[in-house]
């Protein structure tokens, strides 16, 4: 792999720690099995190289070529924390760090534009679609051209020599951590803190990416607790983030609240992801499963598996008439006209007597945050309401007592997902 870094700010050089009188501008690391080696090619410009010895980078075994190392995200991760790790401090720290030999801080030198280039970057994932890399959505300076296949061509601008480095650095880990063909990574807590550092260095970044950064990279709810005070504090407290992700977030809301005495009736139940997490929580009552769309041969596996003995799979609708307990209905009217999701919901009030009935759909007025103007959140959504749309469709067909709730991630006080919980009549 070689990375190439370049500006016309006359302290480039001061800026990056390497001095082209040291060993004729030649710096040499080991890395993994291999040699990393830093060249200064011109006071303007400056390379990085790493030459494998043998499969540092080889996620596989038993492939004896080792084309990771040519190419790597985590390699040009590993690349730039060995290099310029003294560039991902906080701003205002850096700002005020002298650098002796200038007399200077960096407030005063790192003033120009840079960028990097990497010729050969490897990316397999569905973040790069129709030509456009997700995040260059939402970071300015980032481009990614494909050369063949999984090889890209990136190419990162920013405004100072640290900015550019941390922009390049954010891209490699998001990459590495989405990208299907890539070895384990370690996550400490040292690791999530420098990273944290780089967001909050750059402004305007969306909540979004912020959602992705806890969703892909954390991995525990520990980690997450001792770091959301710093991510929240960046959007002012505007924001306020939760572990789970959108659809994991449901599940926890809903199956938090299904009473472990009764028998549920799962309405457009999908593949049984709800049945899935009760199950392991140990719900034990009989759990009926229906959906349109013949997910059977799912439950028979489920049934086979974990010796389920009370989930059973219903064909016909004629079959929940009369059905007196709870029942889920999340994530499902919203697949339908909205003229058939009223009829849908009429048909439940007037043909069950469920004791709770818990309804979740997208909340539309969310989708701002994912950076969606016109389209709905999936493409076989028909309809999304916004939140007020929600009460009142529900408010108009159960006259039932009832709750509503926001669930998931709150931005600005609106939330990814409508819910309610109706009581009995």
């Not at 038993?62 to 190419?71: A, L």
């Not at 996550?187 to 967001?199: G, N």
């Not at 392991?280 to 041969?297: I, P, S």
Request: glycine share 4%; proline share 3%; with cysteine.
């Amino acid at each position: 792999m070689i990375i190439k870094l370049k500006s016309e700010n006359k302290y480039f050089l001061d800026i990056l720690y390497k001095n082209p009188n040291t060993d004729q501008g030649l710096y040499l690391k080991e890395l993994k099995n291999g040699i990393l080696i830093g060249n200064v090619i011109a006071e303007n410009e400056y390379h990085c190289v790493f030459l494998d010895g043998k499969n540092s980078y080889l996620p596989e075994e038993g492939n004896q070529i080792d084309f990771q190392s040519y190419c790597s995200p985590l390699l040009a991760l590993n690349i730039a924390t060995e290099f310029f790790n003294h560039l991902y401090k906080e701003n205002s720290v850096l700002d005020e760090t002298i650098i002796s030999w200038l007399d200077k801080n960096y407030a005063e030198v790192d003033t120009e534009k840079c960028t990097i280039e990497v010729p050969t970057f490897f990316l397999d994932s569905s973040w790069y679609k129709n030509e456009k890399y997700l995040l260059s959505k939402y970071i300015d300076g980032i481009t990614l051209v494909n050369k063949m296949g999984n090889n890209y061509e990136l190419k990162i601008e920013g405004a100072t020599v640290r900015e550019a480095v941390q922009k390049f650095s954010l891209v490699a880990l998001f990459t590495h951590f989405t990208n299907r063909y890539a070895v384990y990574t370690f996550i400490d807590d040292y690791f999530i803190q420098k990273h944290i550092t780089m967001f909050t260095n750059l402004s305007g970044i969306p909540y979004f990416v912020f959602y992705l950064f806890i969703k892909r990279i954390m991995r525990s709810p520990i980690q997450f607790e001792k770091f959301k005070p710093q991510l929240e504090a960046y959007f002012k407290s505007e924001v306020q983030f939760v572990f789970t992700d959108t659809h994991q977030s449901r599940k926890e809301f809903i199956c938090s609240k299904i009473n472990f005495e009764e028998p549920v009736l799962d309405f457009g139940c999908g593949e049984l992801q709800y049945f899935k997490l009760l199950n392991k929580r140990g719900f034990t009552e009989e759990y009926y499963a229906y959906d349109e769309v013949d997910f059977k041969h799912v439950a028979d596996k489920i049934q086979s598996l974990e010796k389920a003995d009370n989930l059973v799979w219903i064909k016909n609708l004629e079959e929940l008439k009369g059905f007196e307990n709870q029942i889920i209905l999340s994530e499902v009217i919203e697949h339908n006209s909205l003229e058939e999701a009223k009829s849908l919901l009429i048909w439940i009030r007037d043909n069950t007597n469920f004791t709770q009935l818990f309804v979740t759909t997208p909340d539309k007025d969310f989708n701002v945050n994912y950076e969606l103007t016109e389209e709905f959140r999936h493409d076989d959504h028909d309809f999304e309401l916004s939140n007020a749309e929600f009460v009142k469709l529900i408010e108009e067909i159960f006259p039932n007592p009832k709750n509503f709730y926001g669930v998931g991630d709150c931005v600005k006080g609106v939330y990814p997902t409508s819910a309610v919980i109706i009581q009995k009549k």
